[in-house]
């Protein structure tokens, strides 16, 4: 079965009871994010992808749960044994301990959006 955050996000709303609508208003009321119904939809049936940085952290809070939770059963593909590895260089350097726990949060969402993008 192939992973599909779309997929993950729908049936983690439907396992708690909650309709389109309701998670709409929860996103606008609690986070000050607008999205439409058909926005919900094609998220869920993964037309769209979800904003890592915003809407991610958001749904995340909605359904009570942990942004990793949505990626459990990411499945990331094997290379073969035969192909190198390329390395990469940091560019940037962080001081982990001065940034908030939002700004950890944002940064994480973002690495997570990163690297499945270049899968």
């Known amino acids: 079965m192939t992973f599909s955050l779309g997929k993950r996000l729908k049936a983690t709303r439907e396992s708690l009871g909650l309709t389109q609508e309701q998670v709409i208003e929860q996103l606008e009321n609690r986070y000050g994010i607008i999205l439409s119904q058909q926005a919900i939809s094609t998220i869920e049936n993964g037309k769209r992808k979800v904003d890592a940085e915003r809407e991610l952290p958001a749904f ?8 990793d939770y949505f ?3 990411l499945q990331l593909p094997t290379t073969p044994s035969s192909a190198p590895i ?10 982990l301990e001065a940034l908030t ?3 950890k949060l944002e940064l994480a969402a973002e690495l997570i959006h990163n690297v499945l993008q270049e899968t």
């Open 71 to 73: 990626y459990e059963s």
């Open 60 to 67: 995340a809070g909605i359904y009570g749960k942990t942004i």
């Open 86 to 95: 390329p390395k990469r260089k940091s560019v940037v350097t962080i001081d």
């Open 101 to 103: 726990d939002r700004d």
